[in-house]
C-alpha cells in the first residue's frame, strides 16, 4: 500500500515505453539509509542503519554519565521494503536537502540525522527539534514505521581478542 502511496508521490509508475522514470534509476544505487535519534536530557538515543542487502541494525545508544550502556540488534528487512523506502528518500529529493536544519537559538532538545548512501554518495541531513521540510519528516517517519515492523534480536557479542604467547 504504501508502495502505491510512493508510486503515485512521484511518478514512478512504469512507463508503456519501458523506460525506467528518474526517481526510480536514482533510487536504484542507494544502498543504505539511517537514522540517529538522541536528545541531551534523554537516557538513551537511537541509530537504526538499514541496508539494500535486507539487513538491520540497531544501536540504542547508552550514557555513561546516566549509567546506561549501548545495546546493539541486528534484524532482517524485506528487500522490497528497503527498495521501497530507498524510491521515497529519492521522491522527497533527499539529495537536495540542506545538510543541517535548526534555530542557532537551540542548542538543547532532540535531534536526528537521517543518512542516506547512494552510488557512494553519504548525504546527511541534520535537524533539530522540529526544524526542516514536511519531506524530511515524511522520509523519517517511513523508516520509523519500518523499523518498527522489523523484528530485533540481540547481536551476539563480539568474541574477546585471542592472546598470544610470543614467539621464543
Known amino acids: 500500500m504504501l508502495a502505491l502511496a510512493v508510486s503515485a508521490m512521484c511518478g514512478c509508475v512504469p512507463h508503456l515505453t519501458g523506460a525506467q ?4 534509476r536514482s533510487s536504484m544505487n542507494i544502498t543504505e539509509i539511517s537514522l540517529e535519534r538522541d536528545c541531551s536530557g ?15 541494525m540497531l544501536t540504542t545508544t547508552g550514557k555513561a554519565r546516566l549509567g546506561t550502556e549501548d545495546q546493539v540488534s541486528v534484524g532482517r528487512v524485506r528487500i522490497e521494503d528497503f527498495n521501497e523506502l530507498a524510491r521515497l528518500a529519492a521522491a522527497q529529493g533527499f539529495f537536495d536537502l540542506n545538510d543541517s536544519y535548526e534555530d542557532p537559538q537551540l ?3 532532540a535531534w536526528s540525522t537521517t543518512r542516506v548512501v547512494r552510488g557512494g554518495q553519504d548525504k546527511r541531513v541534520f535537524r533539530r527539534d522540529d526544524a526542516g521540510p514536511p519531506t524530511l519528516r515524511t522520509l523519517e517517519a517511513a523508516i520509523e514505521r519500518l523499523r518498527e515492523r522489523t523484528p530485533f534480536a540481540p547481536a551476539a557479542p563480539a568474541a574477546p581478542p585471542i592472546k598470544r604467547k610470543p614467539a621464543g
Open 107 to 109: 542548542q538543547d532538545g
Open 21 to 24: 522514470p528518474r526517481t526510480a
Open 42 to 56: 534523554c537516557a538513551t538515543g537511537s541509530v537504526l542503519v538499514l541496508r539494500g542487502d535486507g539487513s538491520a
